[in-house]
């Protein structure tokens, strides 16, 4: 009797790329749609403006992890929200500030969050196909140090803008009258890299394993 071959159950539950792109793309449309500031709304979007095309260009040589689309995607979609109201005035946020009793709207901490949580899967699945770190002791905190360098690095670009715009620059920075705000982005794009390595890294290793054998053969 001849044996059946069938597909991983992974296989049969993967998300077409396509679709991740197509909801980024319509996402960012949406989030254009009627925003008051265009340049605000440009800067807030800028690295899912210029992210999906890059992955769509280089995807026949480096397709990506279905995990990792799923989050880029995801905080491709923050910030859109973010670039339409501005994440001082995004709605769930205001929602979150009144109901807890904040002193402000938590979106710019949840976004950042986003910064840190995201790009350690980015940088873990680069490390990990690209470099010699796959399996060493030092991919987890050389990612950690990865993320916290482009907190920084954003956090320079914002003091740019804000020397460049002037008070017109105040909603790209929604820095909500906090004199620690550029600490505490950072802070919270580090605790976002770490909960992401600690809550993913199983799941990330099954998928490159998967995405090595698809790609093998």
């Known amino acids: 009797m001849t ?8 296989a049969s539950r993967r998300v077409p790329p396509a679709l991740f ?10 989030s254009a749609w009627g925003v008051s500031d265009r340049t605000t709304w440009f800067l807030e979007t800028f690295w899912a403006l210029a992210g999906l095309p890059l992955v769509v260009l280089l ?22 929200l973010g670039g339409h109201y501005t994440y001082a005035q995004v709605p769930p946020g205001d929602w979150v500030r009144d109901g807890f009793g904040l002193s402000r709207n938590p979106y710019d901490r949840f976004g950042h969050l986003m910064q840190g949580f995201v790009p350690a899967v980015l940088v873990r699945e680069l490390l990990v196909r690209t470099s010699p770190l796959r399996g060493s002791r ?16 954003f956090e320079l670009l914002e003091w740019a803008a804000a020397e460049i715009g002037g ?35 199983g799941a990330h290793d099954r998928q490159l394993a998967d995405l090595a054998a698809r790609t093998a053969g």
């Open 59 to 80: 995807w026949r040589r480096f397709p990506l992890t279905g995990l990792l689309c799923g989050l880029l995607t995801a905080h491709a979609l923050v910030l859109a």
């Open 138 to 153: 030092w991919l987890a905190p050389l990612t950690v140090c990865a993320c916290l360098a482009f907190s920084a690095c």
């Open 21 to 30: 792109a197509g909801v980024v793309a319509v996402g960012l449309a949406v």
């Open 3 to 10: 044996a059946v071959r069938t597909a991983p159950p992974s």
């Open 167 to 201: 008070h017109g620059a105040d909603a790209f920075l929604a820095t909500q009258g906090d004199v620690w705000d550029t600490q505490w982005d950072m802070f919270c794009a580090l605790i976002g890299a770490v909960l992401s390595l600690s809550l993913l890294s």
